[in-house]
């Protein structure tokens, strides 16, 4: 959150600026964030309770539902294109662009989702019911709790995405609810990624990043 908050804040000093570094800090803060999110996950990997082997079909269901959801507003009402974002092919083709892709891939597609479920439905999910947190079942339902994370994670992706978000956030949330599996909840955030990825890679809409 720190690197994504100092991308933001570059981003908007360095607006309208020659140098890359500033003007589109993203394209050095997305592979900072992959490389030292994934370094941390990988250092606290036996701390985290994932349960990969319960609710693989409601995750699928779920994956793609969201994923639906996440595009409709183009399909249902005629919202106008978002080609403005993340392009793979900001610094050139080839080896360049590959290098640009697929850290953007492996942020999309295993680093955020991995990550926002330890969060959202491992971590806040249970602590506001009662803390400390590791005493509350994964999947234990409260009102206050599923609200407030439904709430907080759409407002975490402010914007265009918020509606999509706060349906997201309701959805996953059942889903850890249902299968009492953190890991069901990652494979559902991977999979309405990886199938998000390749809608933008087919239409050119980097804004969906």
Request: hydrophobic content about 55%; some cysteine; glycine content about 12%.
């Amino acid at each position: 959150m720190v690197l994504l908050a100092l991308g933001e804040l570059l981003g908007h000093l360095g607006d309208g600026l020659a140098n890359w570094i500033l003007a589109a800090p993203q394209y050095w803060v997305f592979p900072l964030q992959t490389i030292v999110c994934g370094v941390l996950l990988m250092k606290w990997w036996r701390s985290y309770e994932f349960s990969w082997g319960k609710g693989w079909g409601f995750a699928l269901l779920a994956g793609v539902i969201v994923f639906g959801i996440w595009i409709s507003p183009q399909w249902l009402f005629g919202y106008p294109p978002r080609t403005d974002g993340f392009n793979p092919s900001f610094f050139g083709e080839g080896a360049p662009f590959w290098v640009n892709t697929t850290l953007r891939v492996i942020r999309l597609v295993i680093v955020v989702p991995l990550l926002e479920e330890i969060f959202w439905r491992g971590f806040l999910l249970r602590y506001v019911m009662h803390d400390p947190f590791d005493e509350v079942p994964i999947g234990k339902f409260n009102w206050s709790s599923f609200i407030w994370v439904t709430v907080l994670f759409g407002v975490a992706h402010w914007g265009p995405d918020f509606c999509a978000a706060l349906v997201t956030g309701a959805i996953y949330n059942v889903l850890a609810i249902r299968t009492k599996s953190l890991g069901a909840c990652v494979i559902a955030h991977a999979l309405t990624n990886l199938l998000l990825g390749a809608y933008i890679f087919r239409t050119g809409q980097w804004g969906f990043w």
